[in-house]
């Protein structure tokens, strides 16, 4: 026999009186076994795009290993340029800022 979401909520009310809430009861519908779309879409991305990208520099080593060594060279020069930069900037202003 299935009861309606009325049914319920009045039994599990009924059930409830001698607890003294002051809230009313809310019965929730079952949960769908199969999740939404934007779940199993995220999980798809969240280990695809890693993989395609490891593939994309794994064919970019084996077909231009120069190119890649450079380009990892220009990428490490171009961080260490910035982190120096950054620090000399929070020197600066705290010379600035005693004075």
Known sequence: MRLSRVERASL?????????SSR????????????PTGVIM???????VPLLLIVFIGYYLFTDP?????AGTSLLSTTWQALTNLFNAVINFADIAKS
């Open 12 to 20: 599990l009310g009924g059930c409830l009186r001698g607890m003294k």
């Open 24 to 35: 009313p009861v809310r019965v929730l519908p079952p949960q769908s076994a199969e999740p």
């Open 42 to 48: 995220g999980a798809v991305l969240k280990k695809g």
């Open 66 to 70: 120069k190119g890649l060594a450079d």
